[in-house]
């Protein structure tokens, strides 16, 4: 693969938006809210008239579609993940939102499976590090059966790891890729 596969236009404004997440993850926490929505918009508008200008109208409306498509390839594991206990915050996922609107419903779902990757033994070291390891699968069992007075999990930077497994989805593009 050279290098104008590898940095596209699309990959370029995925940078571009996980930086400023990562940074500002690390620095407050939280991942803005209008650098989230405000990819997803770019993307559902810049798609569609790079499409028209490009390939004509009828390829305007294919381009919102995928975008629209990454965006809900994206909600439906970030909201489980939100939902299960806070594994994921909102801000996470929307930032992955704002990336499956970017890319598209396939690219985006490698990323997240390449998150996953990542995350398992990062989160399993900071837990170990807070002395929090045992209480793993109470976390789990107070987030999926709604317990109130259950341990709350461990609030942790996550753009990071949603950077990594980005990055992995690019150093090896073949990658859970059963598409052509």
């Known amino acids: 693969m050279d290098l104008q596969q590898l940095l596209t236009p699309a990959d370029l404004v995925v940078v571009g938006v996980l930086a400023v997440a990562v940074y500002t993850d690390l620095r407050t ?3 803005p809210n209008v650098l989230t929505f405000g990819g997803m918009a770019l993307a559902l508008v810049v798609h569609p008239l790079l499409a028209f200008f490009q390939v004509g109208a009828d390829a305007a409306f294919p381009a919102f579609l995928n975008s ?101 989805s690019r150093i090896f593009p073949d990658f859970f890729r059963f598409w052509s």
């Open 68 to 168: 629209l498509l990454g965006i809900l390839a994206a909600f439906v594991p970030g909201f489980l993940f939100w939902n299960l206990g806070g594994a994921l915050k909102a801000g996470d996922a929307k930032l992955l939102m704002a990336i499956g609107a970017i890319l598209g419903p396939f690219e985006v779902l490698r990323v997240f499976v390449l998150v996953l990757i990542v995350q398992i033994p990062v989160g399993i070291f900071q837990l170990w590090r807070a002395g929090r390891l045992r209480s793993l699968l109470r976390v789990v069992k107070a987030g999926v059966f709604r317990q109130a007075d259950g341990p709350k999990p461990m609030v942790a930077p996550f753009a990071s790891v949603i950077a990594a497994g980005y990055v992995l």
């Open 29 to 31: 926490q939280k991942i």
